[in-house]
């Protein structure tokens, strides 16, 4: 079993309605989570990060942790054809290792 | 100011062969991590640097694999006799201070083997 796992998409979503990520982890001592955007043929981008269990909103982005069910989400409202990129998951495992999930590709339709 | 830059941007080499991978952290970033990312996969955790010392190698995928960092600056990743599965793109990030939450990616170096 991965310790990360992500619906790999593609997620294809009209602009302006809410696309939905999804994210599980495995070991239960984990305890920060992060999404990152990647753009094509781009590095990775830290865009939201999340510690304890709960919903946490950045503007159009909001993550919800539930540490009990070991998922983490990422909702972006309002989607843009900007955000149309591939979103990883990540999970820290200690102070120093993230561990990705493989990343979700969305599209966002004008 | 300047972001972590990672040379060459692009390498093509023959199976067998030696490649030598550079990143050049964040100036007094102290934290330097490598990462590698197959086509489809995610990231995958390769080495950090704590200044000079790399207390966890065990991410590495063989012994082919090897990393330095001198002068708590600049990091090379060596890849020794190249093999196609060793085709991807290698991250280098770093970050102020050990920890998981900002690290800065570079652009990585895409590396073909053939």
């Known amino acids: 079993q991965k310790e990360v796992e992500q619906n790999s998409g593609p997620l294809s979503v009209p602009e302006g309605a809410i696309a939905s990520l999804n994210c599980t982890y495995s070991d239960r001592v984990s305890q920060s989570f992060f999404w990152y955007r990647q753009y094509s043929g781009k590095s990775p981008e830290l865009i939201m990060s999340i510690y304890s269990n709960g919903d946490k909103e950045d503007g159009r982005f909001t993550a919800q942790l539930n540490k009990a069910s070991q998922y983490v989400s990422l909702l972006i409202r309002d989607s843009q054809p900007s955000d149309s990129a591939t979103y990883l998951c990540a999970v820290s495992l200690n102070d120093y290792k993230l561990s990705f999930g493989a990343g979700t590709t969305v599209t966002v339709r004008a | 100011g300047a972001g972590v830059s990672q040379s060459p941007s692009n390498k093509v080499t023959e199976k067998g062969k030696d490649v030598e991978l550079r990143c050049d952290p964040i100036?007094?970033?102290?934290?330097l991590y490598w990462y590698r990312q197959s086509l489809g996969q995610g990231l995958e955790f390769l080495i950090y640097f704590q200044g000079n010392s790399a207390p966890d190698k065990s991410g590495l995928p063989s012994d082919r694999f090897s990393a330095e960092r001198t002068g708590g600056s600049v990091s090379t990743l060596t890849i020794q006799r190249t093999q196609q599965e060793d085709s991807a793109v290698y991250l280098c990030a770093s970050s102020l201070v050990l920890g998981p939450e900002t690290q800065y990616f570079g652009p990585g170096t895409r590396l073909l083997v053939l």
């Open positions: 100036s007094g970033h102290t934290a």
